[in-house]
């Protein structure tokens, strides 16, 4: 409202239009505007209920915050591969690969590209194990801890300039495109997938 009449004065002032405010303690004995004084005055007396309506605005955003509070909970309590990488909730993951190439990185950030593991959670693996290593087959055992790939996981490091193997799994978060290829051409170099 004081915006909406600063904007009117100024249009005003514009126009050569003086205005000045002046304070008038009562309404000086107009009958009227006693009247309505006195009313006015009289609902001050009892509880006074504001009623305001969101903007469709304010309830999209609160909407919004509350389902990013919800599904952060949850993330806290899931045991997804991610959590490890990025324990606040997920934001937009950008990436400029082409579909084929942004399956893998999706999947591979999500803990479910298909190793022994996720096989053996659906019921057709034995033990979910890996073969050479005699393990759990995840994600972060294929990436960083598997015998099989030592030579791929080198290059890996080379090529995206890490000196650690526990830094492979930082790599999963980046959404530079050099990076993301890297980790695409590991998983093609592994042969661990066929087909894909």
């Not at 100024?10 to 009313?39: M, R, V, Y």
Request: with cysteine; charged share 25%; proline share 3%.
């Amino acid at each position: 409202m004081v915006k909406e009449i600063l904007m009117i004065l100024t249009h005003l002032k514009n126009k050569n239009c003086n205005i000045s405010f002046e304070w008038i303690p009562a309404h000086c004995g107009i009958q009227g505007n006693e009247i309505a004084d006195k009313c006015a005055k009289s609902g001050i007396n009892g509880p006074i209920q504001i009623v305001s309506k969101k903007t469709l605005e304010e309830a999209k955003h609160e909407l919004s915050n509350k389902m990013l509070k919800e599904w952060q909970e949850k993330w806290e309590t899931s045991h997804a591969l991610l959590k490890n990488v990025l324990p606040r909730l997920p934001t937009k993951f950008r990436t400029s690969l082409p579909r084929k190439e942004e399956k893998i990185i999706r999947r591979l950030r999500f803990g479910v590209i298909g190793l022994n593991y996720d096989s053996y959670r659906l019921g057709f693996h034995e033990n979910g194990f890996c073969e050479r290593c005699q393990v759990i087959e995840t994600v972060y055992h294929f990436l960083v801890v598997c015998l099989q790939y030592t030579i791929e996981r080198a290059m890996l490091m080379m090529e995206t300039g890490i000196t650690e193997g526990e830094e492979i799994m930082e790599l999963l978060k980046s959404v530079d495109i050099f990076t993301q290829r890297a980790l695409v051409r590991y998983v093609y170099r592994t042969a661990r997938f066929i087909g894909m």
